[in-house]
């Protein structure tokens, strides 16, 4: 079995590209190759298999064509700018999130042998008014440029599916938390930063109010969404091939008191500052999913904000805090 | 007043044409530049005001940046391949529909002054399974290729009002009927075909049921809903740009017995023979709609479909039937 993963160095396409070359298969399938493709040069770790990084912008003429040219079974599609920079830099956001995914679509088709594609799209493409809890059904009407792209990239996606030139599912995204490593110019970062940071003795920065809900899902549940939908039988799916994700819904005072179960001075970290920019893209976003269809298609989150954290502490920590808090 | 029509030449863009140029103003204001491009000349009656015809294919390099590099106030974008068509011609139809749509709001965002955009879209960015009425927040998920490329040309022009770059209204026309002149590859062409070549005494095959409801809106009444989209208040709007419009909803059997009360030799002429291509792309579309948002807007078709037999006997037929039918 050929794996093309696009984003094979973001923060989920690299855990996703480490899982599978941990397991060796993919839905009972030995792995023989994989792709690895980004802007910047993927780092997999060593395997007996064989992997090749590949780095490029995919909306370069040929660049597409040229990474689906081993006509790989399943193309995982994670490559993209994030909201706040795709909001900040409009021609690059279009560029990258829509021409490039346009040009992979094509790519795929031209291609002829309809592999399975999973596609990293968002929770952002749905725009307010939100009823409390958002349905599967409910009208994507995006209020961020990302949310549009991406909503583009699902649009295509699924007309590319219905006329057989691949078998595709999109994945609407809620926000990864708790994400590894530094700051990202996604307008949700700090959703991440307020636990990372305090649960290492760093200070962080609330932008927003207390009191907001959000749904979060950890990335060791998004790799799960990747693998599951890369191997569950689309047949069931129906031609509606964009599904809303699970997650855990919770305010961010739950996150900090999460936070203070397994840190108790961590939370003092944390500084309230509300920030205009951050606010105004966040507060576009729905609170809650129904995520009907993908629970009984079996996709799976966690249920607590405390199991996002120990997710955090097991993978990104190595299971233990620091023993010793930098002081500051 | 500068205005551009693209499809200038189809059969809306010639109408919408025709009465600009009779009327010589827009909203109140004197058109003084209009500009009317296709792929074919379009043809304009004469006029006193400045008339530009232009020819050729917008996603084509530069063209669409020359048709606004007069800033033009208003564009109505009408240019586009029939549904029939985009199922038969993939590439074609994702070339004029998807790409030459966003070579159009690329020069408009390009250029910088943010014009008034109306967008023929349709309601072929629906796909069942739908409610007995659809109402106007249901979910799009098109199940034709031109439902598809129509959608993203509105998730982009809804982007781009958003951040300034136009004033854009995106129309979810119904059916247009009775289309004077001869079929076009439209899948909804037989609905025209089955009165306006019966009214001349000509033969007409029915290829769907009869039992089969759908939704109409006249040309006449189309060309009003972009006059209305171009002049009114698009504060009132609000973000979600894209609005179904109205119509009247009947079956093909009440089109026959409308048929009936003004020419009753005229249904005699209706050959019903099922096309399972034309029926399998007819079956996935809406039949009717609340379209609760555009009259509320002020949006306007027609009550009933002697009303619509009535516009073409006055608009295409020189207000009278033939006075002896051909016989055949």
Known sequence: MRILITGAAGMIGARLAARLLAEGTLGGQRISHLTLHDVIAPTPPPSPI????????????????????????????????????????????????????????????????????????????????????????????????????????????????????????????????????????????????????????LPATLPVPLTWVHTHASPRAAVGFFIHAATLDTVLIGPRRNLVMPGLSCSVADQIAALARVAPAAPALIRQKEDPAVWAIVKTWPQRFAASRARDLGFQAETSFDDIIAVHVEDALGGQLPTTAPSF
């Open 50 to 201: 064989a992997v090749a990084t590949v780095t490029g912008d995919l909306a370069c003429v040929g660049a597409a064509e040229a990474l689906v040219s081993n006509r790989p079974d399943v193309v995982f599609h994670l490559a993209g700018i994030v909201s706040g920079q795709a909001e900040a830099d409009f021609a690059l956001g279009y560029a990258v999130n829509l021409d490039g995914t346009r040009a992979l679509w094509d790519a795929i088709r031209l291609a002829g042998h309809a592999p399975r594609v999973v596609y990293a799209s968002t929770a952002a493409v749905f725009g307010g008014p939100f009823p409390d809890v958002v349905p599967d059904d409910f009208a994507p009407t995006p209020l961020s440029s990302y949310g549009a792209q991406k909503l583009v990239g699902e649009v295509i996606l699924a007309d590319y599916t219905r006329r057989g030139c691949m078998d595709g599912v999109g994945l609407r995204l809620p926000t990864i938390c708790v994400r590894p490593g530094t700051p990202n110019r996604a307008a949700s970062g700090f959703y991440s930063s307020i636990i990372r940071e305090p649960l290492v003795g």
